[in-house]
């Protein structure tokens, strides 16, 4: 049993890593999957991560309470902020969300509190296998549960056509309203859970490179189905690890990635249909059990 | 017969562009009314007024007597009105299925705690959803490809397909934009009986053509447009001989026999 | 002080006008927003360091050199990635996401083959000297960067408003569609605005690299995030509004760096074009970007 024990202390960090970045690519999924290209969830995490950092360090406040803060927080400000934004659409979203991002980033750099740009240290490391499990399983489960009703479809319908969708009685500025919000509070409680096993979180892990992280783990695993962005995510934290002998131009893969999959597998990886296409005819399953 | 849809001196501009004016019908309940006009006359401006797409400049939309004013489209879809479009608008990627169900949203009464929990109440009205939308997909005659995906589906099946999407939504009244556009006569045909059956199962039926023998041959009543205001109202025979409306199909004639 | 900060934030704002250019020329054309720019520029200045320190070129042919290989770079992108996009039909979201996949790339190539230490351009090939009226130092080098954008820009607006390629652009950039049923070689023009484009992003590139002499792998990221900024404050696809954005913001960022606080002056500059963005989407000038075929 030695050698698990060698294992886990070696790679318990990865593993963490493996799980808040499938809630990550999930968040994003979220927003994706109504046609919503939200550059925001990066920052969304960090808010997430500051806060549950600084609840910790400053007031001890327990774990469960740090992580709901993380989940909570983030939801106010996205309410905040989607009103106007969720008017937007298209690139104007995608630029919004990145403009925003980059106002939090320069924020938490800039501030006191946060330490600024050394960010926080210290941070105890509260967050355990389990709590991370449990919350990702939590996060799929819902999710599965909603793809496969009448809000599932609702939300695809939004994507497909907006205008078709209201004209099926779809409230769709509040469906878009959930989503959002929905995605940040996810991707808020990953920052928290993160922040409690890295011992250290500074703001430039929450910025545009992280924000195209996460898209790219979307996009390169497939948004047709929850296991994409799992197998995405997936793929993409564990490539660092596999390519170290690239050195500096890890980062090139990345790219890369995102070039290929765009051009030659636009469904992702994980694409029911391209896979079904190699046995027999087009055809969908109903949707609803 | 009662009124369904009553517009009132309706009106709409674009900037310096009046596009309506002062258009003035009703709409009754059961049977089929028909809008026909040139091209640009404003037809589907109507509809997109009716639907809440547009707000009017001048005028109003009462349905069942509720004025439609400052409505969104989906409150509107929810009190009973369900629309087609020209250029048909169904959900590519979904399946004839999943594009039916989603025009049961509103019906579905279901909240989160019940998705999330699988409870019955959830499990039972989607099964009802699944049974009404292999219903309505065999009102239709289309049943048969429910699992197909959309876009894999002829011209004519698309257009009724949205018919089924539409009925979906259990509305009152129908408006059909353009129904039999692009198709032959053939399929022009099988389409005039299935909006038939759809009348005779006590739908009221809005609908805007070019085609001017497929709308003497099916509606009760009709309204003509033109330039954006209503020169003609009364039933085919009175439309038939009516001299304004003769003039604004002279020249169009030949198009819209062949439409 | 203030004269000083006045020729700082020219100087920084015709930058950032001619980057602008290039994004909003993209967008206008070829209705992509094209997130590699900000790569681009980047290379624009290593591409210049490195031919000034392999070939001891001077500085004039350097630029020159450094657009020639950006705007070539540019031009292959469109080709192998934006070209069959748009055969494809992809909505407007992929390209975008393609091309922040290029920058990534580009910006891991640049530092894996350079480093992430900052370079300088050799102290010899920068413009030396300096014209003094009154209490104002005038770089020669400020008044260059100054000289050789505006010549850059002006030449671009001549080419659009008076030439008969100015006007086929500005044709496709109403409706691709109808300029291509008048016989413009659509596909054609936008190989060309590709290439113009990112020739001008390595120029604004190379400026900005002599204006701090500086130049990292990662200087392109700020650069792009304020290309946005600028575009969006102009207008998508507005000409006249990148140029005009791109010395507001030159302006903004030089004196509330100089009389607010100088960290969070570029928070500042964003909260104002969220702000903006929100209220009117279509940026102070331009006119809502709506294709009409």
């Known amino acids: 049993m030695e050698w698990l024990d060698t294992f886990w202390s070696t790679y318990n960090t990865l593993i963490y890593t493996l799980g808040v970045h499938a809630l990550l690519a999930l968040s994003i999924w979220l927003t994706l999957s109504c046609g919503l290209l939200s550059m925001a969830n990066a920052a969304f995490m960090g808010i997430g991560a500051y806060v549950a950092a600084l609840l910790t360090l400053h007031f001890e406040t327990p774990f469960p309470l740090v992580l709901a803060a993380a989940a909570l927080v983030p939801a106010i400000v996205a309410l905040i902020i989607a009103i106007p934004v969720l008017r937007l659409s298209g690139v104007y979203l995608a630029m919004a969300t990145l403009a925003f991002g980059e106002v939090v980033r320069i924020v938490i750099l800039n501030l006191d509190i946060t330490g600024g740009p050394e960010g926080l240290n210290g941070i105890p490391q509260s967050t355990q296998g389990w709590h991370i499990a449990l919350i990702l399983a939590a996060t799929?489960?819902?999710?599965?549960?909603?793809?496969?009703?009448?809000?599932?479809?609702?939300?695809?319908?939004?994507?497909?056509?907006?205008?078709?969708?209201?004209?099926?009685?779809?409230?769709?500025?509040?469906?878009?309203?959930?989503?959002?919000?929905?995605?940040?509070?996810?991707?808020?409680?990953?920052?928290?859970?993160?922040?409690?096993?890295?011992?250290f979180i500074s703001p430039r892990e929450y910025g545009f490179e992280n924000a195209v992280d996460i898209l790219t783990m979307a996009v390169l695993g497939g948004t047709g189905t929850?296991?994409?962005?799992?197998?995405?995510?997936?793929?993409?934290?564990?490539?660092?690890?596999?390519?170290?002998?690239?050195?500096?131009?890890?980062?090139?893969?990345?790219?890369?990635?995102?070039?290929?999959?765009?051009?030659?597998?636009?469904?992702?990886?994980?694409?029911?249909?391209?896979?079904?296409?190699?046995?027999?005819?087009?055809?969908?399953?109903?949707?609803?059990? | 017969m009662s009124m369904?849809?009553?517009?009132?001196?309706?009106?709409?501009?674009?900037?310096?562009?009046?596009?309506?004016?002062?258009?003035?019908?009703?709409?009754?309940?059961?049977?089929?009314?028909?809008?026909?006009?040139?091209?640009?006359?404003g037809k589907t401006t109507v509809f997109n007024l009716v639907t809440g797409l547009l707000q009017p400049s001048a005028g109003s939309v009462h349905y069942q007597g509720r004025d439609l004013a400052g409505l969104a489209p989906h409150r509107i879809t929810r009190l009973g009105i369900a629309r087609t479009f020209q250029n048909i608008r169904i959900f590519k990627e979904m399946s004839l299925l999943e594009n039916v169900m989603v025009g049961m949203h509103e019906h579905l009464t279901y909240g989160p705690l019940d998705i999330l929990l699988n409870r019955r109440a959830c499990r039972e009205a989607e099964q009802k959803a699944l049974e009404r939308a292999h219903e309505l997909l065999t009102w239709v005659r289309l049943d048969h490809?429910?699992?197909?995906?959309?876009?894999?589906?002829?011209?004519?099946?698309?257009?009724?397909?949205?018919?089924?999407?539409?009925?979906?939504?259990?509305?009152?009244?129908?408006?059909?934009?353009?129904?039999?556009?692009?198709?032959?006569p053939a399929e022009k045909e099988e389409l005039m009986e299935e909006i038939c059956n759809i009348r005779d199962r006590g739908y009221g039926i809005f609908l805007i053509e070019h085609d001017m023998r497929?709308?003497?041959?099916?509606c009760d009543r009709i309204a003509v447009l033109n330039f954006g205001k209503i020169i003609a109202e009364g039933t085919p025979d009175e439309i038939r001989a009516h001299p304004e409306v003769i003039e604004a199909y002279l020249g169009s004639e030949e198009e819209g026999e062949t439409a | 002080m203030l004269e000083q900060q006045l020729i700082n934030a020219l100087t920084l704002g015709c930058v950032y006008a001619l980057?602008?250019?290039?994004?909003?020329?993209?967008?206008?054309?070829?209705?992509?927003?094209?997130?590699?720019?900000?790569?681009?520029?980047?290379?624009?200045?290593?591409?210049?360091?490195?031919?000034?320190?392999?070939?001891?070129?001077?500085?004039?042919?350097?630029?020159?050199?450094?657009?020639?290989?950006?705007?070539?770079?540019?031009?292959l992108v469109d080709v192998l990635i934006l070209k069959p996009l748009r055969a494809r039909n992809a909505p407007h979201l992929i390209p975008m996401i393609a091309t922040i996949g290029v920058g990534i790339f580009l910006t891991n190539v640049a530092q894996g083959l350079f480093g992430a230490e900052i370079r300088r351009f050799p102290e010899e090939v920068l413009p030396a000297g300096e014209f003094v009226i009154g209490e104002v130092h005038l770089r020669a080098l400020e008044l260059a960067i100054v000289a050789i954008a505006f010549v850059l820009m002006a030449v671009l607006f001549v080419i659009l408003k008076r030439t008969q390629l100015g006007r086929a652009l500005r044709a496709i950039a109403e409706s691709p569609k109808a300029a291509y049923l008048l016989g413009i070689n659509v596909e054609g023009l936008f190989h060309l605005t590709s290439f113009v484009a990112a020739a001008l992003g390595g120029a604004a590139g190379v400026l900005i690299g002599l204006n701090f002499n500086a130049i990292t792998p990662f200087m392109g990221q700020p650069i792009l995030h304020k290309g946005i900024a600028v575009i969006i404050l102009g207008g998508m696809g507005d000409i006249r509004g990148a140029l005009i954005g791109g010395l507001f913001l030159g302006f903004a960022e030089v004196f509330s760096k100089g009389y607010l606080s100088s960290q969070m002056g570029d928070a500042i500059a964003f909260g104002l074009l969220f702000l903006i963005l929100l209220v009117r989407p279509s940026g102070l000038f331009g006119r809502v970007l709506e294709r009409k075929a």
Request: net charge neutral; hydrophobic share 50%.
């Open chain 1, 226 to 289: 929850l296991i994409g962005p799992m197998l995405g995510s997936s793929i993409l934290t564990l490539l660092p690890e596999l390519l170290r002998f690239l050195n500096d131009y890890r980062g090139a893969v990345n790219g890369l990635i995102l070039i290929l999959v765009v051009l030659f597998l636009p469904k992702g990886l994980w694409d029911p249909q391209r896979f079904k296409g190699w046995f027999r005819p087009q055809t969908r399953e109903g949707g609803v059990q």
């Open chain 3, 19 to 75: 980057f602008a250019l290039g994004f909003t020329l993209v967008f206008g054309v070829l209705e992509v927003i094209n997130l590699s720019h900000g790569a681009v520029f980047m290379a624009g200045s290593y591409a210049a360091l490195s031919v000034v320190e392999k070939l001891n070129t001077p500085l004039w042919l350097a630029i020159l050199i450094a657009m020639l290989i950006c705007g070539l770079f540019g031009l």
């Open chain 1, 140 to 199: 799929i489960y819902g999710l599965f549960r909603m793809k496969r009703s009448r809000v599932g479809r609702a939300l695809e319908a939004i994507r497909e056509d907006e205008v078709a969708a209201r004209l099926m009685g779809i409230d769709v500025d509040r469906h878009k309203l959930f989503v959002f919000t929905l995605g940040a509070v996810i991707a808020g409680i990953a920052g928290g859970l993160n922040a409690h096993f890295t011992f």
């Open chain 2, 4 to 41: 369904l849809l009553s517009i009132q001196n309706l009106g709409k501009s674009f900037g310096g562009l009046h596009v309506l004016q002062d258009v003035n019908f009703e709409v009754p309940a059961g049977g089929i009314f028909g809008l026909i006009g040139p091209n640009g006359a």
């Open chain 2, 145 to 184: 490809k429910a699992h197909m995906e959309a876009d894999n589906l002829s011209y004519g099946d698309q257009r009724k397909l949205e018919f089924a999407r539409a009925l979906a939504t259990e509305p009152k009244l129908l408006l059909l934009d353009e129904p039999v556009a692009g198709m032959n």
């Open chain 2, 214 to 218: 497929f709308v003497m041959g099916l």
